[in-house]
Structure formats: C-alpha cells, structure tokens
C-alpha cells in the first residue's frame, strides 16, 4: 500500500473518531431549547395548546454541531425578534453577533442544502444522483452513438455524427430549457401529469425527469467522442486477427476492441463526471432543488450572501471526493501508467 493511501486513511480513521467524539458530546435539542429567553419560554407555553402560532423554533443538527433558532413575531425585553443558539463540544453558545453568529449560519446553511431530514431529491443528494444517472445513461448511450460514427453505414454514420455535433454545438442550459419548456409546449403535454402525486411533488419530479433527459443525452453526446478515440486507438491488427479467425464485426467488437478500450476510456469519462457535477448547477434554471437552487433560495429570503460559502465548500467536497476515487480507479485500471 503507497504512503499516500496509508496517509489518507489514518486521516479519514482521525477525522471519523474526532466526528463520532463530538457528536456524543454535543448538546441535546432539550439542552438547546431549554436556553432560549424567559419571554421566548413562555410564549410557547402559551402557544402549547393554542393553534394561533407566534414562534417559530427551527433546530438543525449536523452530526457534531447543532443549530437552534427562536422567531417570534414580538420583540423580547432586549428589543430581538429572533434569539440564535449553537451547540458544540457539551457547551451551547449564543450567536447574536462575531464568530457564533458566522458559525450558526455556516450551521444553517449547510444542513438546508444537504438536504438533511429531506427526501433523497434534496441539495447534494439531488446533485449528485442526478450526475451519477446522467453519466451512467449517456456512456450506454455513447457506445451506440460511437459505433454508430464509426459504422460503414453511410446513413447511421452520418445521423450519429449530426447528433454528436449537435449537442457538442449548443450549449447545454439551451438544451435544458428545450426539452423542459419547448417539447411541452409542440407536444401539449407537462412533465408533472407524468406522475400521480401531489401536485408540487410532480412538479418537482417532472423537473428531475427533464434534467435527467437534457443531460444524459448532451453527456451521450461528449462520451461518444471518447469512446470512438479509444476504439480507434486499437491497433488495427487486432481487428484483421479477430476477422480471420472468423469472428463477426459484432464479435469483434463486443469480445476483443471494446474490453481493450475500455481501460483507455476511463480517465476522460472520470473528467466527464466532474464535469457533469458542476454543470448539475444549471438546474437552478427549472428551479430544481439542487445546492444553487437552495443557495440563492436562502439568499433571497434572508438577504445573506454568506450562504454562497458553504455552498462552494460543499461543491469543492464532493469534487475532491470522486476526484481522489477516480485517481485510484485510473492508477490501478489505465493503461497510461
């Protein structure tokens, strides 16, 4: 095993110690809303058993650190509406002004776009689900279009060239609108009525599915360029050995060109799939609840720029995370060693 890798897990094996050692020491939710004001505890003892709510308690919890807020539409005795507390290491702190208050927000922020307590169409789950789908959907795709370019079919050459072109030549957001607002409109039909569910969560799903189908097929298209290098990278004595042996084009390919190319395909594919999760963004568009759809959602709301910052870290996060698994999976599969 490289130092490098030994290096790296006894840090994940620190890190996952130190995480698990804070959590069991952070303050409980009963702790946190036990340290709200007098007025703030009265008021939802009052409110206990009426329907007419006046506070607003919003508790998030990020495994190590949690977060709690109290909003009443009155102002307390020291002139606040709004009281923001933060629970780390067995202590709860007040976040009313200075770093605490910067923490509490980078808290807030966060678990929002994680989509933590959310369904798995939430924040980073959303974007990285809808980037794995996309580039597993267009490599399958890519391989067709790839052989397709390839083929000695005039006709198949040329439409699997013209749809490379295409979607190379456009730019994606175009593509997303297309397929999400034009094809509709020429078909008459909406992506919700395709799903029996309440009408926000098939408006919702209906986007995800529009997504899913504007960058699969503009991901297809990028794959197909790499998959026909890496076939056409085979040397050509390999075909002519298969051919007289008496395989099929189909055999030959399927059995000998295609397993050969493969081991070349996978470090542009690797960049492909960074690309596509940072392309992901573009979602913000149909107002997909991706983690710039949240960002700008809690911006407008709370008129904070601050939330852009985690919302880059969490980007960078994940970023570094396939880039550090697909650097093993090249180092151990590529032929480029």
């Known amino acids: 095993m490289e130092k490098k890798t030994k290096a790296a897990i006894i840090a994940i094996v620190l890190i996952v110690i130190a995480w698990a050692a804070l959590a069991a020491a952070k ?6 809303m036990s ?3 007098p007025e703030i505890q009265k008021q939802i003892e009052a409110e206990k058993n009426s329907t007419r709510k ?3 308690v919003t508790y998030n919890s990020l495994g ?4 709690c807020a109290f909003s009443s539409s009155s102002k307390n005795a020291d002139g606040a509406s709004k009281e923001v507390y933060v629970g780390f290491a067995g202590k709860v702190y007040s976040a009313k002004e200075g770093p605490a208050k910067f923490v509490s927000q980078m808290v807030n922020y966060t678990y929002r776009m994680l989509g933590c307590g959310e369904n798995v169409f939430h924040g980073a789950k959303l974007t990285i689900l809808l980037t794995t789908l996309t580039v597993l959907i267009g490599f399958i ?7 397709g370019k390839i083929s000695k079919n005039v006709i198949i050459s040329k439409l699997c060239g013209a749809y490379i072109f295409f979607f190379r030549g456009t730019p994606l957001l175009i593509q997303l609108f297309v397929v999400y607002f034009a094809i509709p409109g020429v078909f008459g039909f909406a992506w919700k009525d395709l799903f029996s569910a309440p009408d926000t969560e098939a408006v919702y799903m209906g ?3 529009a997504a899913l189908i ?4 503009n991901s297809a298209a990028y794959c197909a360029e790499i998959v026909r290098a890496a076939i056409q990278s085979i040397d050509k004595g390999q075909n002519e050995a298969a051919r007289a042996l ?7 390919m399927r059995k000998v060109i295609i397993p050969q190319s493969v081991r070349r395909m996978i470090p542009p594919i690797c960049n492909e799939f960074i690309m596509i999760l940072k392309d992901a963004s573009l979602v913000f568009a149909i107002s997909l609840m991706d983690i710039t759809t949240i960002s700008k959602n809690i911006m407008t709301n709370e008129l904070s720029y601050m939330v852009f910052i985690p919302a880059l870290i969490i980007y960078l996060i994940i970023t570094a995370f396939f880039t550090f698994i697909f650097n093993k999976i090249e180092k151990k599969l590529s032929v480029y060693e």
Not at 64 to 67: A, G, K, P, Q, S
Not at 214 to 217: I, W
Not at 246 to 252: N, S, V
Request: hydrophobic share 50%; net charge positive.
């Open 246 to 252: 008496g395989l099929t084009y189909g055999q030959t």
């Open 141 to 147: 795709l890519s391989i067709f279009l790839a052989l």
């Open 27 to 32: 303050p409980s939710k009963e702790v946190m």
């Open 214 to 217: 504007a960058f699969s097929l």
């Open 64 to 67: 190590f650190i949690n977060y």
């Open 35 to 37: 340290k709200c004001s």
């Open 54 to 56: 006046r506070i607003t």
């Open 207 to 209: 986007a995800f599915v």
